[in-house]
C-alpha cells in the first residue's frame, strides 16, 4: 500500500522563486519513495512524496510550514491512500 503527501503553497507576490528554492532545500527524513515539485501560475508550489503504508511502515515526513514572508496564505496540505486497480 501507498500513501501520498500533496504539500501546495502560494508564494507572496515576487517570492515564487524563493518559496521554489525553498522547498526544494526541505530535507524529508526518511527519505520518501519518490518525490517530485512543480510550479504553476500564481506563483504556487506543490510537491507531491509517496510513502510506503501498512504494517511496519513508518509515518510519512511532511514537509513544515514556510517562513511567513515567503507566503501569500497558510500552506495546503492533502492526504491520500492508493486504491487497487
Do not use: C, K, S, Y
Request: proline share 14%; no cysteine; aromatic share 8%.
Amino acid at each position: 500500500m501507498t500513501v501520498t503527501l500533496m504539500w501546495e503553497a502560494r508564494a507572496a507576490q515576487g517570492r515564487g522563486a524563493d518559496l521554489l528554492a525553498w522547498a526544494r532545500a526541505q530535507p524529508l527524513v526518511p527519505g520518501p519513495e519518490r518525490r517530485e515539485t512543480f510550479v504553476a501560475p500564481g506563483d504556487r508550489v506543490l510537491v507531491i512524496t509517496w510513502w510506503p503504508a501498512g504494517p511496519g511502515a513508518q509515518d510519512p515526513a511532511e514537509l513544515p510550514d514556510p517562513p511567513a514572508e515567503l507566503l501569500h496564505r497558510p500552506v495546503h496540505r492533502w492526504r491520500f491512500t492508493r486504491v487497487p486497480d
